[in-house]
């Protein structure tokens, strides 16, 4: 069995560590702990490994967030993966700082990386992971929030957080959605 587990971010060094960014951190961390590395491919970053006995393919689109559905869409092709064997880690405004959320569909709820990938696969019943970033910022200013860095408490704390997104698709990947979600959501 094969699974796409895709990193939702923007290339480029002024994004680099921003709250929006946070796909590509989990899985930089995921693929650390899983000893894969990445080479620069079609559409992005692209490591390939093993878990147990199951294939990864990971993918840190370099289209930039709005248009990560055509990297999506080309390696699930491409490796021929089954949509249900597809994880999306994405940040969350919806979610307290740290919060993890596994779901099996659901609507892009203002997110232009999953509404794109929503619209290549002409489907949202696709896995992910949100991951919280929290909503502490001013009216009108959320894209200023979500492009900036982390806070120092929260710095300070997002190990323990990614690590946990990392164990979190572990089981995804050997136990399934279900296993997961019961793990994880709300931990």
């Not at 650390?32 to 692209?46: L, Q």
Request: proline share 3%.
């Amino acid at each position: 069995m094969k699974y796409l587990i895709v990193g939702l971010g923007n290339i480029g060094s002024e994004y680099q560590g921003t709250r929006h960014n946070i796909g590509f951190r989990i899985l930089d961390a995921f693929a650390e702990a899983s000893n894969i590395s990445f080479t620069t491919e079609r559409y992005g970053d692209v490591g390939f490994g093993r878990v147990k006995n199951k294939q990864v393919v990971l993918l840190k689109p370099s289209t930039y967030m709005n248009l990560s559905g055509n990297a999506v869409r080309y390696w699930k092709t491409k490796e021929n993966i089954e949509l249900e064997n597809i994880l999306v880690l994405v940040d969350d405004i919806a979610l307290p700082f740290g919060a993890i959320r596994l779901k099996a569909r659901g609507s892009d709820a203002g997110h232009n990386g999953l509404k794109n990938i929503a619209q290549m696969l002409g489907t949202d019943a696709y896995p992910r992971l949100r991951f919280g970033i929290g909503d502490n910022y001013p009216r009108g200013c959320q894209i200023d929030y979500v492009l900036g860095q982390f806070t120092l408490d929260e710095r300070q704390k997002l190990p323990v957080r990614v690590d946990t997104a990392v164990e979190a698709i572990r089981t995804f990947v050997l136990a399934g959605l279900q296993t997961a979600m019961c793990d994880y959501n709300n931990k």
